[in-house]
């Protein structure tokens, strides 16, 4: 009896591990389709990043600072191998500048680029296109061979926001704010420096005033402001390691060279103007703007302690200032549906500074023919050693 009620209970426990068996096997098909959906939709999001985020980030819009600050840690994110956020300053309001450094860790110590924007706080245009900058390059690598090579050979770092205070300022205050908010000297009601006559470049003798309500005030002395002095340090201790100094402004469509002093000449002025010539063409090729092309002094006017001249007095040899859109109907206002078309000239001016500066350090050309003009020489007995 007891064996009986045994054998039944083993039964039913067989039935019953049937039954579990198959529910268990549904169970794990369904957990296993739920996985494979799983790892498409994260695939889908790593192909396309913008998938996963419900807000796509919008480039032909003007970008509030916090709105700047977000997108720069999304794009460290979504490229972790190649982009590094770096922290190089306070403002005077005690918000941290950070710059964005993008390019392959090779291990080796490499050349750079340098490009900032929104020195001058009313300039939306400058800030949108060190972002629409930093997208294309990012985009182009992946397939472009040039820009793979330029990326292993230099880092480029963009600060996409300089003067992040008077950014705020124009956003919040007072649209058409140029300076940065430090407080001028005892006894004077206004605030600001402009910081582009702020470094120390010829600093305070031309363009300048010093009357510190005055747009272009240049502070109490060379490199007084601490947005001026986070760039004079960066750079500054890494001064030749760049080959390119680009500082992004508007409006006017010029492309300046050093220096804004007419009474100095930059050593490398007909490198610098014959480049930026070509600039203004590659430019002129997308939409037909003109930019015009010339030192401060000949095309717009004179002045001093500007970051590009002290860029170039550091011995950075290829050092421009971008006037961008456009030539005085909106000024600086310039209307969110200019800023696609400007930002695609312009990206065709900086790219064709960038790839000659990088050529004329890494192109393997030059040296090919260097080489075969030694072996020449060597071969016609016209080497120094054999020289009459
Ligand atoms: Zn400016």
Redesign the pocket.
């Known amino acids: 009896m007891l064996n009986l009620v045994g054998l039944g209970f083993v039964v039913l426990l067989a039935a019953m591990g049937a039954a579990t068996v198959e529910s268990t096997l549904t169970t794990i098909l369904q957990i296993q389709s739920l996985l494979m959906l799983v790892l498409q939709l994260i695939a889908l999001c790593l192909m396309h990043f913008d998938v996963c985020n419900s807000v796509q980030y919008d480039y032909y819009k003007y970008h509030p600072m916090h709105e700047i600050q977000s997108w720069m840690a999304q794009i460290k994110n979504e490229h972790p191998d190649v982009v590094t956020i770096m922290d190089y300053g306070k403002t005077y309001e005690h918000r941290t500048i950070s710059l964005l450094k993008i390019g392959f860790d090779t291990g080796e110590k490499k050349k750079a680029i340098w490009m900032d924007c929104g020195?001058?706080a009313r300039?939306w245009i400058?800030p949108a296109f060190c972002q629409y900058f930093v997208r294309e390059i990012l985009n182009a690598y992946k397939t472009d061979s040039k820009m793979q090579e330029m990326m292993k050979n230099m880092d480029f770092y963009v600060t996409p926001v300089l003067n992040m205070d008077g950014y705020i300022y124009s956003w919040e205050e007072e649209r058409l704010w140029?300076k940065n908010r430090s407080p001028g000297p005892a006894g004077c009601a206004c605030n600001g420096t402009d910081l582009?006559r702020n470094f120390d470049a010829n600093w305070g003798t031309i363009g300048v005033s010093a009357d510190c309500c005055s747009n272009i005030y240049c502070g109490s002395h060379p490199v007084s402001e601490p947005e001026a002095q986070a760039v004079t340090y960066f750079v500054g201790t890494r001064k030749e390691d760049f080959l390119c100094f680009l500082t992004i402004?508007?409006y006017g469509q010029l492309l300046l060279v050093p220096y804004g002093h007419p009474n100095f000449t930059a050593s490398n002025y007909n490198e610098l103007m014959e480049v930026g010539l070509a600039a203004a063409e590659a430019i002129w090729k997308v939409h037909g703007k003109n930019y015009t092309v010339g030192a401060s002094p000949d095309v717009l006017y004179p002045n001093s302690g500007s970051s590009r001249d002290w860029a170039r007095m550091q011995g950075i040899p290829l050092a421009y200032t971008f006037?961008l859109r456009d030539n005085g109907t909106f000024g600086f206002e310039l209307p969110e549906n200019q800023i696609q078309p400007t930002c695609e000239e312009a990206y065709m001016g900086a790219l064709h500074i960038i790839t000659y500066a990088h050529d004329k350090t890494f192109s393997g050309a030059v040296a090919t023919v260097a080489a075969t003009l030694w072996t020449v020489l060597i071969a016609m007995g016209v080497t120094g050693s054999n020289s009459m």
Do not use: P
């Open positions: 020195i001058h300039e400058a140029r582009n402004h508007s006037e």
